[in-house]
């Protein structure tokens, strides 16, 4: 059985595998892919990656079993992670990668406006009080 949002967002469901794979490949050992990853902290790769897989695995769960808590969790993840790594790049590579990095910003600001309908939409569903 295919859940309502898989149904409406098959993308969402494809972009998010994505994520968890490019995550979990990073923690089983894969070799850093590109200089950006090597120019910065080491702990704040892990940081990233960990909130690309976390991030991934509940936004692909939550659109699975039609979560909006999950798919809200995993949209705030993957929108951290997308503005950390895309500020990375500009870091490393100076101002004149912005245009580089605008797709990775392109994400960050998808991730934040889907996580802001799942908030809105759980308000809703409560009629008020706190959402989580």
Not at 39 to 55: D, R
Request: glycine content about 8%.
């Amino acid at each position: 059985m295919v859940s309502r949002a898989l149904r409406r967002q098959p993308e969402a469901l494809f972009l998010a595998l994505l994520c968890l794979l490019s995550g979990l490949v990073h923690f089983l050992g894969a070799p850093l892919p590109n200089p950006v990853e090597a120019l910065i902290n080491p702990l704040m790769v892990v940081v990233w990656y960990a909130q690309l897989t976390v991030g991934a695995a509940l936004r692909a769960a939550g659109l699975l079993v039609s979560s909006p808590k999950l798919s809200l969790a995993g949209s705030l993840l993957l929108s951290t992670a997308s503005l950390v790594y895309a500020s990375a790049i500009v870091y490393v590579d100076g101002p004149g990668s912005v245009v580089a990095a605008s797709i990775t910003y392109a994400f960050f600001v998808t991730y934040l406006l889907v996580a802001a309908a799942y908030m809105g939409d759980l308000v809703r569903s409560r009629g008020q009080g706190p959402v989580l």
